[in-house]
C-alpha cells in the first residue's frame, strides 16, 4: 500500500514536470521563431538596399537598374510591413514602426 501511493505521487511529480517542460520549449521556441522572421526582414532589407546603392553607383540616381532596385526595395518594405507591422531602415540601421519611408529613397545620391 505505501508502495503504491509513493509510486502515485512520483508519477504525479512527473507529470507535473513533463508538462511545465513541454510548455517552456513551445513558448521559447515561438518566441526565437519570431525573432528569426525579424532577421529574416532585416536581412533582405539590407540586401535590396545594398543593391540599390550599387546601382546608383553604378549606373546613376535616374537608371532603369536603380529603378528596378528601388522598386525591389519598396516592395521588400512592403511585405515586413503588411507582415510585422514594422520595417528596417538600413541607413539608419534601426526599425520604423510607422509607415514613413519615402518611395524615393536615397536622394542624397542625386547631386552625385
Do not use: P
Amino acid at each position: 500500500m505505501d508502495f503504491s501511493r509513493s509510486f502515485e505521487h512520483i508519477v504525479g511529480k512527473l507529470i507535473v514536470v513533463a508538462v511545465m517542460l513541454a510548455g517552456f520549449i513551445v513558448f521559447s521556441g515561438t518566441r526565437t521563431e519570431g525573432a528569426d522572421r525579424y532577421a529574416s526582414c532585416q536581412r533582405q532589407t539590407a540586401k535590396a538596399d545594398h543593391r540599390l546603392h550599387e546601382a546608383i553607383e553604378h549606373h546613376g540616381y535616374r537608371s532603369e537598374q536603380a529603378a528596378r532596385a528601388r522598386h525591389n526595395l519598396a516592395e521588400v518594405r512592403e511585405h515586413c510591413w503588411g507582415t510585422y507591422h514594422r520595417w528596417w531602415d538600413e541607413d539608419e540601421r534601426r526599425w520604423h514602426t510607422e509607415r514613413d519611408w519615402r518611395d524615393e529613397d536615397h536622394e542624397h545620391y542625386r547631386d552625385r
